[in-house]
């Protein structure tokens, strides 16, 4: 019983910990080449998440002319023009043009690459994201249909315009793999319009990193349109910052778990000690000094809880290669199985420590036992 | 005298005015075997105690083997009873967890003398000269009939080769057959080794065996 609370506890710290900063690495590596992130006047953590996470939906479009006009400034020297809106079968479609294979990098600063074809030439052509690609099961030149809407069972489907998959990206460990990749004119073709009106958002990359801020001033104040001009990592601390309290609380949860199972373990090592007032009796008689004793319970407690540390450790990491998959497809979360982190050595050196010291109230009963032998 | 007690009053600290022991002068010659008979509760095993150096004496002087123990701290007393004392208990004699030969060799660790380089070795020839079979050498002890346990017990108690043996009730949890087969090889052992024996029992048949018999009413004034 110590042992399982010992490892529940340990499985919840790691646990937390592993998800926490990998989901951190996870978003923080989904962009990282853009300098800015352009979209309608709204919340910045809004804009981040329904450009880069296609999280959320878009509070309004802005318009072809204002993306070409700052698309044109001097300081530009590339920007990736994002429309979204469609799906088809549940993955997003992504309206964009070939500047976003060429200019688009995630991690460290590593640009997408197609593991099978080429980017798309035509109006009708179609880029996979791998794990679209894997689910769906199309291979190169396979037809598909793009409907309105992100629900796949849709009714208002434009069943007149077949696309074909011209190429599939690797895997990224980003919202890319679960992206349908057309170029704007196949969204507006969608809708029987040739020319795009409007964009959702785009990214832009500077000449210059100098420039950042004056750009993004500028773009704010821009006349004609209400903008929003964001730094990517900016928001994303942002987002931290909101996401801190709720990690906070749960992990003072996990940390209240260990209490109770150090506590646990003390209060099971204290009644184990008084049923074996014979043994402690025995080893005095055969001359093992109280300090002796006093390391025999320690000894103990600190083998049930590696035991428990390594129980909680194999769990969590069986837990972790069977939600791995499905963290990934449904948040595009990617967790490696590795759990043993810096962080997840200082945890349970911790939790051994903490054993330890809850282990020295027995112990110490034992060792004052022993000192001042009395009858048992 | 391989044992002297000379006006020990020894009570509980809880209970100050309740006398445990009193006992104005006792005393065992070297080489005798001593039974001492007496109900449970009657202060048999805070005699054994302060005999060994477990309990210390607040009062009174406890000389063993020429050793003045109410003279020495704690530690000193640990040492002595380790070289010098081999205990035999009813039951628990052994580490339920380890084998007889690491039982053994547990009960060497603890002690000063050195007598043979490898323990095993000792603990093994033991074994052997005690009739334990091979085959429970390497078993938890747990797992041992009692009669064998007790011959774990008494290796074990001999290991360190000790010049008086402490036998507390050690016959109580055996069957008569194996009784008599302890009491025999036990006694045969003591005149081997030509250790002084202080043996604690209430089962009068096992008087029979020894030659000095005194009840515990006459050493001590407190029961």
């Given at each position: 019983m110590t042992l399982a609370s010992i490892g529940v506890a340990i499985f919840v710290l790691l646990g937390m910990e592993h998800i926490r900063t990998q989901a951190r690495d996870s978003f923080a590596s989904t962009v990282s080449g853009a300098d800015l992130i352009v979209g309608a006047k709204t919340g910045s953590l809004n804009l981040l998440l329904y450009s880069v996470f296609r999280l959320g939906a878009p509070t309004d479009n802005i318009s072809w002319e204002s993306y070409q006009a700052i698309a044109a400034d001097d300081n530009v020297a590339w920007t990736i023009p994002i429309s979204l809106g469609d799906s088809h079968r549940g993955y997003r479609v992504l309206g964009t043009t070939p500047a976003y294979f060429e200019h688009f990098s995630y991690g460290k600063k590593r640009n997408l690459v197609f593991s099978d074809g080429a980017e798309f030439k035509n109006t009708f052509d179609v880029v996979l994201g791998s794990e679209v690609a894997r689910a769906l099961e199309y291979p190169l030149g396979e037809e598909m249909i793009l409907a309105h809407?992100?629900?796949?069972?849709?009714?208002?489907?434009?069943?007149n315009k077949p696309f074909h998959v011209v190429g599939i990206l690797a895997p990224t460990g980003t919202p890319v793999d679960q992206t349908i990749h057309v170029q704007l004119q196949g969204i507006e073709a969608m809708h029987d319009n040739l020319v795009p009106e409007s964009i959702t958002a785009f990214m832009l990359g500077l000449k210059s990193r100098m420039a950042t801020f004056t750009v993004q001033r500028q773009i704010n104040d821009f006349v004609t349109e209400p903008l929003l001009a964001i730094l990517p990592g900016v928001a994303l601390s942002e987002l931290w910052q909101m996401v801190g309290m709720f990690e906070n609380v749960l992990r003072l949860i996990s940390v209240l778990v260990l209490v109770a199972a150090v506590l646990g373990l003390s209060a099971v090592l204290l009644a184990s000690v008084r049923e074996r007032n014979h043994e402690i009796h025995l080893l005095r008689v055969l001359g093992a000094p109280p300090y002796y004793l006093f390391f025999l319970i320690e000894l103990e407690a600190l083998l049930i809880s590696v035991s428990g540390m390594l129980l909680g450790v194999l769990s969590l990491y069986l837990c972790l290669l069977f939600v791995e998959d499905a963290l990934f497809a449904n948040f595009g979360l990617q967790l490696s199985p590795s759990v043993f982190t810096k962080e997840g050595f200082v945890i349970m050196l911790l939790v051994l420590t903490a054993a330890l010291v809850a282990a020295a109230i027995p112990s110490m009963k034992v060792y004052f036992q022993a000192k001042t032998y009395t009858d048992h | 005298m391989a044992i002297e007690l000379k006006g020990v009053h020894f009570n509980h600290a809880e209970a100050?005015?309740?006398?445990v022991l009193q006992v104005p002068y006792w005393s065992v010659k070297p080489g005798q075997r001593v039974f001492v008979h007496g109900p449970s509760g009657s202060g048999k095993s805070t005699l054994l105690n302060l005999v060994s150096g477990l309990l210390e004496c607040p009062k009174g002087e406890v000389s063993v083997l020429g050793e003045r123990l109410d003279l020495m701290n704690r530690r000193q007393r640990d040492r002595f009873r380790v070289n010098h004392i081999g205990y035999v208990f009813q039951r628990f004699n052994l580490i339920p967890y380890l084998d007889p030969i690491e039982n053994i060799q547990l009960a060497k660790s603890f002690s000063a003398r050195q007598h043979c380089s490898n323990s095993a070795v000792t603990a093994q020839s033991l074994l052997e000269s005690l009739n334990v079979e091979a085959a429970a050498w390497n078993r938890p002890t747990s797992q041992l009939s009692m009669g064998q346990q007790q011959r774990v017990a008494i290796a074990r108690a001999l290991v360190n080769r000790p010049e008086l043996l402490i036998a507390d009730e050690p016959t109580s949890a055996l069957d008569q057959e194996n009784r008599d087969n302890f009491l025999s090889l036990l006694l045969s052992l003591v005149a081997e080794h030509k250790m002084t024996l202080l043996f604690v029992s209430h089962d009068m048949a096992l008087t029979q065996y020894f030659a000095q018999v005194q009840a515990l009413s006459d050493i001590s004034k407190a029961v």
């Open positions: 809407g992100i629900v796949s069972t849709n009714f208002s489907r434009h069943d | 100050p005015d309740i006398p």
